[in-house]
């Protein structure tokens, strides 16, 4: 189809003369620099003397024109009945050509769920399904609109962008930033009305321009639209609302309020009491009571007045009135990134500022002793500016512990009720104990969430007076959350940490290379070349591999009218596209394949998986004493000052990264060393049931030394090729009524175990019997001891907490879900 085939039989890389002409035509066509840099560029003297199919910035521009289309650009001026104090133009492309570009897309082709899965296993999760005709393929659509700042300066321009993807794409990539799963579908115009009443204003401009962008989904929702998967199969597609990933100012534009701030977008569980006096918030429910609003909608104050009678926004004509299958209840999900990190910043945070005193919580957070990649906040966290949802996560791993002994007990209770639910609701895979936990654990926190305002922790952001409510969005919120498991599955796929990516590489870095003028008419013409190079980067990366991969299977040469999904290119080079194809990745190591793969020679250094290693178990035990003239059987080893521990995911959706426990010895600039803490099976029957037996059959230890004893010289012996470790064990300590778990924080309480003579119990265990990274928070009691420092705090300590909320992996793990 493309109008230029003809020239690539020739040469794949047609408008560019070379595969190495197309490489820096794409690289500059892709960077930021402007139209007057890339003339300086290839100006210079060295860049001339190459063989160049252009010479000048507007040559290569026009040859970036003729690379295959995407969905195209439009714009145009929308009408308001209330004047603006300018005009309001909207750019955006057709949602339907953008779908159709991600479900026929080569990088999708092995990563597409092109029928229901069923991701909670106690509901019926494809009851939209059931609603299409047979042999239909139900693509869900997602869309997340937050607005973002462009510029700080120079009036702090702000852009309002609207994004789109398909739920079909496996969440473990459709989350990751760099496969570009979500694409730019439209710019909405910023307003500044004449009219005082400008929230509601926004609101229906807001939905009178998704209105107009989102009617091609809509009709192919009501009646169907052919388009090809990646393996060239037609299918007659439907493409319903799955999610709309917004922040809670946007969600009250949508969904029922109270008063003009607070939405309640989902059913919600009337016997938590008084956070639960509203009925479900439907689309037929919502259009019933608008339609029994008398008022003139044009009638802008007036209007409101009525709609506030019953909490509605003021929106009268909902963009998803006529979306078949549209329900707000269903498609307005929680969202981890504003919803509960956010929440956590904004309320628990605070709670435990004024409850323990910023002081105090500041320098308890600064002499925690440093984790390889986990962040380390020495100046505390009261001053924090411009908190990311990055630090927010941070210090959700740390806060129970610290504020254990010096915060009252209901308000520890309340907040480690609140830090479970979140992590609990971050599962990927949700059962039905699973929600039950959810669910246990959000009534905790309504039981003792008076004793936060008892205690003057819970106070206005403005006023800084003590409320004696919970009229709060955000906690509100946290009521909608079971309902939606149970309609849309696990809610961590909503999350807007990827859309909010997104914004960075598809507005702020185009802005870069505008003018600073007029900048959605740039953005879009950037974002409109890069796609067309991204693209073309792939098609013609996949007719070379194929023609490679022909070549060496002595097959005949790849046919002239060959096109990607076209005879010619190889299927099985299709299913296997590389990942690399679209930019640069961090990819996360896999040790597991890398353990079954690496050569079996003792002197590589090889990841440990299992039971590979000594042939016996070995277990910490009493001293074993031998006779003072027994000779070593060795003269010399090998010791490391780091182990990369890696450990499965409990729910299987996805390898999660290494973290590193570090090994190294008092030193210069460490005077009592830095011994991370792990978990060792030291039971032969637990080997290989970590992930679901929690602590039972393991214990907690102090890594001391990683070892490799070598054998003299010439000499083969069995043990030659096995890793060890020195640790010196923790204990639990029980608590009251035979429970292993500390009542307030429900962690495990822990102190350094010693021998009859007064010193550590250590011993020698294998390094394959190493099951996990932990963390130990020292427990610091009602005051913190002011000589305690980061270097120190580990090492003077004598008792502490097993973090159990420092991963989420961990979290699941040690909980035994």
Request: with cysteine; proline share 6%.
């Amino acid at each position: 189809m493309d109008a230029y085939a003809a020239h690539c039989k020739e040469n794949i890389y047609y408008p560019f003369a070379s595969l190495q002409d197309w490489e820096l035509g794409s690289f500059l066509l892709c960077s930021s620099l402007s139209m007057v840099a890339i003339d300086q560029f290839l100006g210079l003297k060295l860049v001339k003397a190459l063989s160049l199919s252009f010479r000048t910035a507007k040559d290569l521009r026009g040859r970036a024109e003729l690379l295959p289309a995407v969905p195209k650009w439009r714009y145009r001026i929308i009408s308001m009945s209330h004047p603006t104090k300018q005009l309001l133009h909207l750019y955006w492309r057709d949602p339907l050509d953008c779908i159709e570009a991600l479900f026929n897309h080569p990088h999708f082709a092995n990563k597409l769920n092109l029928t229901p899965t069923r991701v909670y296993d106690t509901v019926d999760s494809w009851s939209m399904q059931l609603q299409l005709p047979d042999g239909a393929t139900l693509l869900g659509v997602i869309l997340s609109s937050d607005k973002t700042s462009i510029t700080n300066m120079t009036g702090g321009r702000v852009a309002h962008p609207l994004l789109i993807s398909l739920a079909n794409i496996k969440m473990a990539t459709r989350n990751k930033a760099s496969s570009c799963a979500f694409l730019l579908t439209a710019l909405l115009p910023i307003a500044e009305f004449l009219h005082p009443v400008q929230s509601v204003l926004e609101a229906r401009l807001v939905h009178q321009c998704l209105d107009i962008i989102l009617e091609p989904l809509k009709q192919a929702a009501r009646i169907g639209w052919m388009m090809s998967d990646p393996l060239r199969n037609l299918r007659y597609c439907f493409t319903p609302l799955a999610s709309y990933i917004v922040d809670t100012p946007e969600a009250c534009m949508l969904a029922c309020v109270r008063g003009k701030t607070l939405p309640v977008t989902l059913a919600m569980y009337k016997e938590f009491g008084d956070a639960f006096r509203h009925p479900p918030c439907t689309a037929k429910s919502t259009l019933d009571q608008l339609a029994s609003i008398t008022c003139d909608p044009l009638n802008v104050e007036g209007y409101f007045n009525e709609c506030s009678h019953f909490c509605l926004s003021g929106v009268f004509l909902p963009f998803w009135r006529n979306w078949p299958l549209a329900d707000p209840s269903w498609f307005l999900t929680p969202e981890a990134l504003h919803h509960w990190h956010r929440q956590f910043y904004d309320h628990d945070v605070r709670w435990c500022l004024r409850a323990v005193g910023a002081q105090e919580l500041d320098f308890r957070f600064s002499v925690l002793q440093q984790l390889t990649t986990f962040r380390h906040f020495k100046n505390g966290i009261s001053n924090l500016k411009q908190v990311t949802g990055r630090a927010q996560h941070n210090m959700q791993r740390y806060m129970v512990a610290l504020i254990a002994d010096a915060a009252p007990p209901g308000v520890i209770i309340a907040v480690h009720a609140l830090m479970n639910f979140r992590y609990l609701s971050q599962a990927t895979t949700i059962g039905e104990s699973h929600c039950g936990l959810i669910l246990d654990a959000l009534k905790q926190f309504h039981d003792h969430k008076q004793e936060v305002i008892a205690c003057g922790a819970c106070r206005g952001a403005k006023s800084n007076s003590v409320l004696d409510n919970w009229y709060i969005p955000k906690r509100e919120l946290m009521q909608s959350v079971m309902p939606s498991i149970c309609q849309v599955g696990s809610l961590v796929q909503w999350s807007a940490d990827t859309t909010e990516h997104a914004h960075i590489t598809l507005i702020k870095d185009p802005t870069d290379s505008t003018n600073h003028n007029n900048y959605d008419a740039q953005i879009c013409r950037f974002l409109d070349r890069n796609e067309k190079c991204r693209n073309f980067h792939t098609t013609t990366s996949i007719i070379a591999q194929s023609r490679s991969h022909q070549q060496a299977a002595a097959s005949p040469t790849i046919d002239d009218d060959s096109h990607v999904g076209g005879p010619g290119v190889d299927e099985e080079v299709l299913q296997t596209v590389p990942d690399d194809l679209w930019g640069l990745r961090r990819m996360v190591t896999d040790f597991f394949k890398m353990a079954q793969q690496v050569s079996s020679d003792i002197k590589a250094a090889k990841p440990l998986q299992g039971r590979t290693g000594l042939p016996t178990f070995h277990k910490l035990q009493g001293p074993r004493r031998a006779q003072p003239d027994v000779p070593l059987p060795f003269d010399d080893l090998r010791v490391w000052f780091k182990v990369r521990i890696q450990q499965a995911s409990y729910h299987g959706q996805s390898t999660p990264p290494a973290l590193t426990v570090n090994v190294s010895p008092p030193s210069a600039t460490g005077k009592y060393g830095r011994y991370d803490t792990v978990i060792f099976t030291v039971d032969d029957t637990k080997l290989d049931q970590w992930l679901a037996s929690g602590l039972k059959g393991h214990t907690v230890v102090e890594v001391h030394l990683v070892m490799q004893p070598l054998p003299p010289r010439g000499k083969t012996t069995p043990w030659a090729a096995h890793f060890l470790t020195y640790v010196q064990r923790l204990d639990v300590v029980p608590q009251g009524c035979g429970s292993s778990l500390e009542h307030t924080t429900q962690m495990h309480v822990l102190k350094h175990a010693m021998r009859s003579v007064g010193v550590p119990f250590g011993d020698i265990l294998p390094l394959d019997q190493l099951r996990s990274f932990a963390h130990i928070v020292p427990r610091f009691g009602p005051v913190a001891d002011s000589r305690l420092t980061a270097e120190n705090s580990a090492h003077s300590a004598q008792v502490f907490f097993l973090n159990k909320y420092i991963d989420k992996e961990f979290y699941y793990a040690i909980s035994n879900l």
